[in-house]
Structure formats: C-alpha cells, structure tokens
C-alpha cells in the first residue's frame, strides 16, 4: 500500500484538464525559452539532449559540435524538439513538442544572421561551431491544470 502525497503542493484525487495550445501560443512559449530538449534516433538508440536555442522565422537553431552525436546525425527526416514548464505548487504544467526534419546550416547569409544574434552559450564544452536547423513540420503543445 502506498501512502498518499504530502507535498503541499499536490492535490490527489483533484481533476486536471488538459487543453490544447493553439500553435500560436506554442511559437510564444518557444520564444520564451533559451534551453529544450533535441530528441532524434541514432545508431538504434532514441538520444534527447539539451540544447540552447534560438527561434528564427518559425524554426529552431542551436549550436553543435562539429564532431559530436548530433552532427553526426544529421540530417534526420525526422527529429523533435521540447520544451516545458512546470508549477507543483499549483499541480500544473505545459509542454510544446516540434517535429520536423532536421539539417546543417550551410546558407552563408543565415550563418551570418545566426551568429549575431545573443543566445545562450551551449553546456557543452569544447567548440559549437555548427547550426543546427529544425525545420517545425508539426508544432503541438498542451496545458495541464486542476478544473
């Protein structure tokens, strides 16, 4: 038997609705965010991992090393990105999911925008010379809350 949650923050039992993100307000909370999660399959493995990002003309570019998991992966026909937030204090959260293809960025005029631009720096050591371009193919999110 288990026993029930104490955190004063967690309402068992309640009910929680889940509402839908118009794709509006998904592209609002992406450009909210500086830090998601790349997940795309490699050598027979799903890998997510964090990324530091920027949103450009209804797309998502982050920084990668040359020589790392990730640029060794792309291009992908398919790949996503994440990212979310979450209030336990109030039992709520949201998350907004891209999916899309993935490729290099390779347009000289891009990677002259992209690099003037002020983004986080990668978490990962070592040079993140290359961008990586997520093409938002389908763009969902959702909105869990208590009724």
């Known amino acids: 038997m288990s026993l029930p949650n104490m955190d004063p923050g967690r309402f068992d039992g309640a009910r929680h609705i ?22 795309f399959n490699y050598k027979n493995r799903v890998m997510i991992l964090p990324v530091s990002y920027l949103v450009h003309d209804r797309a998502i570019y982050f920084r990668t090393s040359a020589a790392g998991t990730i640029a060794d992966a792309v291009p992908r026909l398919s790949s996503s990105f994440e990212i979310d937030g979450a209030r336990p ?6 998350s907004v999911l891209v999916s899309g293809p993935s490729s290099h960025v390779e347009e000289p ?8 631009q002020v983004m986080e720096e ?4 070592g040079a993140r010379n290359d961008f990586i371009r997520i093409h938002a193919a389908v763009v969902t999110g959702r909105h869990v809350h208590l009724a």
């Open 18 to 39: 889940t509402e839908e993100l118009s794709e509006e307000r998904c592209w609002e909370l992406l450009c909210s965010q500086d830090t998601g999660r790349f997940g």
């Open 89 to 94: 204090d109030r039992s709520e959260g949201w």
């Open 109 to 116: 005029a891009l990677l002259t925008y992209l690099w003037g």
């Open 122 to 125: 990668p978490w990962a050591g």
